[in-house]
């Protein structure tokens, strides 16, 4: 692994966000040569509309791999959430049906909806949950044990701390923003099926990692994960502007995880 690699993972973990921030516009300028006038107020609000699942998904992936863990259900739970809000939002009783249409009005007007033209509503859910979880992850006290389990897992079972009750309601929190991102999802796309959310599992893991949250545990932040979702939709419209095809999206997703694990490793290795 190249000392830079090595170099760059330090600095990113140090909560750098300016440098994620620059990749991101990098990529943003990148399009712009690929595709003159393509970034643009429509253009971000895009981005922002399609970041939004992706950012909430990968909210509860941030907490699992925190303590040292990664969710491989996110993707499954999210789908289920949105096919079974489309598929039984039509059916039952008058209040029943009534009530469902409702739900799903408001689903598809938080994927795809915007004020003023160009902010998504869907901002509005993601940014109250965004702070919610990067205040909380710090400064609450269930917060500090996920940092603490993810650290030294026997170190805090001996300290008296439940370990598998904290992990029980790490693991409950991540299954309900999942299946919050599949609402938004569903209402992004503006349907449901059984493989959904299938391609955002490995992206939510790239986002954890990129935004400088060790794979390994103890470490990361959700603020870094916001930017790492943000980054990955950018990339994705890179790609798809060069007919990348989504298998080869995949594989380069997996190989973003696999290398900044390996870089992880390399850090701890000289800490």
């Not at 990664?70 to 598929?87: C, K």
């Not at 993601?126 to 026997?154: K, M, Q, S």
């Not at 299938?198 to 390994?216: D, E, K």
Request: hydrophobic share 60%; proline share 3%.
């Amino acid at each position: 692994m190249s000392v830079r690699v090595v170099s760059a993972v330090r600095l990113v973990q140090q909560r750098s966000i300016v440098v994620l921030i620059g990749l991101l516009v990098a990529l943003a300028g990148l399009i712009e040569i690929i595709r003159p006038g393509a970034v643009n107020a429509s253009w971000v609000s895009n981005i922002l509309e399609f970041a939004a699942p992706l950012g909430i998904l990968a909210a509860g992936q941030t907490l699992v791999v925190i303590t040292g863990g990664i969710d491989l259900s996110v993707a499954n739970v999210a789908t289920a959430a949105a096919y079974i809000m489309a598929s039984q939002a039509p059916y039952g009783v008058t209040r029943a049906i009534v009530a469902g249409l409702l739900v799903a009005a408001v689903i598809h007007a938080l994927g795809s909806g915007t004020v003023l033209g160009y902010v998504p509503v869907s901002l509005f859910l993601w940014a109250p949950l965004a702070v919610l979880l990067i205040l909380g992850l710090r400064g609450t006290g269930f917060g500090r044990l996920l940092y603490a389990l993810g650290d030294n897992l026997e170190a805090t079972r001996l300290a008296g701390v439940r370990a598998w009750q904290v992990l029980l309601a790490n693991y409950a929190a991540c299954g309900l923003l999942s299946a919050v991102a599949g609402l938004v999802l569903s209402g992004t796309v503006n349907a449901a099926d059984l493989s959904l959310a299938t391609v955002l599992l490995l992206p939510s893991v790239a986002a954890v990692v990129i935004g400088g949250t060790s794979i390994f545990g103890g470490s990361g932040s959700y603020s870094g994960t916001i930017v790492g979702a943000l980054i990955l939709t950018v990339l994705n419209s890179v790609l798809t502007l060069l007919d990348v095809p989504d298998a080869v999206k995949q594989v380069l997703y997996g190989a973003i995880i696999v290398i900044l694990a390996s870089a992880y490793t390399r850090v701890l290795g000289h800490d």
